[in-house]
């Protein structure tokens, strides 16, 4: 089963840092982009970050860049968001989601198998 | 950045009708907009990539047209597992590949 499983997530103090991690299994993860998607409370998607698959291209949203670092491990089947300087506004619950891939090998613009998500609180 | 609008915000119809969605974008994606659903407590579920194409298992009531600004996710006769939230992204060639702020589909 194609599955991936965030964990990391938690109450931290504003200025404060975590670090998640996504954990990819039934797939050849090393094949896929990756990236990491919040939900803040009631609100909608934003997109903040993405690896390509061999972490050659990385990308962040302005609301995150210079304090968040995403990274993988192919060995491990994994990806991680560090997350420094953290604010109240980044509060928001942190999926991580894969980049398909369509059957003709060409990158599929859309994010076909996501994570159930971990809940980031940033509150004194 | 590219910015999406969808309209409406909210939707009320009934089962069985059909539901017509719009999400315009600031300036040209090309056809590089995806669609997704999302229901309460659960994570996003990929309907359509590339304005048109439907993602692995979606059932065929889903269909996605446009290019370039306007794009139309229509579901053809809802079912009541259709009431949801739908988000539209680009997915243009660079970054930030930003979202809409989505539309509710809800039960009439």
């Known amino acids: 089963e194609v599955q991936l499983v965030e964990s990391g997530g938690g109450l931290v103090k504003p200025g404060g840092s975590l670090r998640l991690s996504c954990a990819a299994s039934g797939f050849t993860f090393s094949s896929y982009s990756m990236n990491w998607v919040r939900q803040a409370p009631g609100k909608g998607l934003e997109w903040v970050s993405s690896i390509s698959s061999s972490s050659s291209y990385i990308y962040y949203a302005d609301s995150v860049k210079g304090r968040f670092t995403i990274s993988r491990d192919n060995a491990k089947n994994s990806l991680y968001l560090q997350m420094n300087s953290l604010r109240a506004e980044d509060t928001a619950v942190y999926y991580c989601a894969r980049d398909g891939i369509a059957a003709a090998g060409t990158a599929l613009r859309g994010m076909d198998v996501w994570g159930q998500g971990t809940t980031v609180t940033v509150s004194s | 950045e590219i910015v999406l609008t969808q309209s409406p915000a909210t939707l009320s119809l009934s089962p069985g009708e059909r539901a017509t969605l719009s999400c315009r974008a600031s300036?040209?994606?090309?056809?590089?907009l995806a669609w997704y659903q999302q229901k309460p407590g659960q994570a996003p579920r990929l309907l359509i990539y590339?304005?048109?194409n439907r993602a692995t298992g979606i059932p065929a009531r889903f269909s996605g047209s446009g290019s370039g600004t306007d794009f139309t996710l229509t579901i053809s006769s809802l079912e009541p597992e259709d009431f949801a939230v739908y988000y539209c992204?680009?997915?243009?060639?660079?970054?930030?590949?930003?979202f809409g702020q989505g539309t509710k589909l809800e039960i009439k």
């Open positions: 300036q040209s994606v090309s056809s590089y």
């Open positions: 590339d304005a048109s």
């Open positions: 992204q680009q997915r243009s060639n660079w970054p930030p590949w930003t």
